[in-house]
T-cell receptor, first 115, second 111 residues
Framework: DAGVTQSPTHLIKTRGQQVTLRCSPKSGHDTVSWYQQALGQGPQFIFQYYEEEERQRGNFPDRFSGHQFPNYSSELNVNALLLGDSALYLC??????????????FGPGTRLTVT | TQLLEQSPQFLSIQEGENLTVYCNSSSVFSSLQWYRQEPGEGPVLLVTVVTGGEVKKLKRLTFQFGDARKDSSLHITAAQPGDTGLYLCAGAREYGNKLVFGAGTILRVKS
């Protein structure tokens, strides 16, 4: 049973560039959430996708956008990168519509460094 | 402002000692999860508690959800070096399952 997978593992970008991160949810899961974890802090919620639509959004600017595909996989896009966007980006999946509504399973993350 | 306050921020103990990590909030949560994260990896779910006053045990780890569902604790008995890591608590509010995380407790168990 494959868990949550993310790609790439590491990424180095320059200020002003754009980046796309990818996530495949755990088998049987249809909801994908994205989090940003800065060094030494807990993850911060960016947004959540279900049925190819954004259901909830955290306090992140419009430079952060996403997409969910019919196979439930998801992308996170960040435009006009800033130095402060350097962080570990985590994808989490959960099975909506079951009693496990609140449980989320995380992927290994993508380490983004903006120089 | 951190909705979930974790304490202590850092804990360094000897193998065999007991420890407790606290997660406190002024807000009510429908559920609370505890995760363990190692450097460069994603958080791994340890437990979910949903009922006020609930106690769950996972081998040497005991988790408790406060009666008012505003706080939680993680107690580790006879800590081992393999317990070393970042422990995160995360709460889910009534609507949807967006998780609010605490800043984490870094645990180091020395042999």
């Amino acid at each position: 049973d494959a868990g949550v997978t993310q790609s790439p593992t590491h990424l180095i970008k320059t200020r002003g560039q754009q980046v796309t991160l990818r996530c495949s949810p755990k088998s049987g899961h249809d909801t994908v959430s994205w989090y940003q974890q800065a060094l030494g802090q807990g993850p911060q919620f960016i947004f959540q996708y279900y049925e190819e639509e954004e259901r909830q959004r955290g306090n992140f600017p419009d430079r952060f956008s996403g997409h969910q595909f019919p196979n439930y996989s998801s992308e996170l896009n960040v435009n006009a990168l800033l130095l402060g966007d350097s962080a570990l980006y985590l994808c989490a999946s959960s099975p909506l519509g079951t009693t496990l509504l609140y449980e989320q399973y995380f992927g290994p993350g993508t380490r983004l460094t903006v120089t | 402002t951190q909705l979930l306050e974790q304490s202590p921020q850092f804990l360094s103990i000897q193998e065999g000692e007991n420890l407790t990590v606290y997660c406190n909030s002024s807000s009510v949560f429908s559920s609370l999860q505890w995760y363990r994260q190692e450097p460069g990896e994603g958080p791994v779910l340890l437990v979910t508690v949903v009922t006020g006053g609930e106690v769950k045990k996972l081998k040497r780890l005991t988790f408790q959800f406060g009666d008012a569902r505003k706080d939680s604790s993680l107690h580790i008995t006879a800590a081992q070096p393999g317990d070393t890591g970042l422990y995160l608590c995360a709460g889910a509010r009534e609507y949807g399952n967006k998780l609010v995380f605490g800043a984490g407790t870094i645990l180091r168990v020395k042999s």
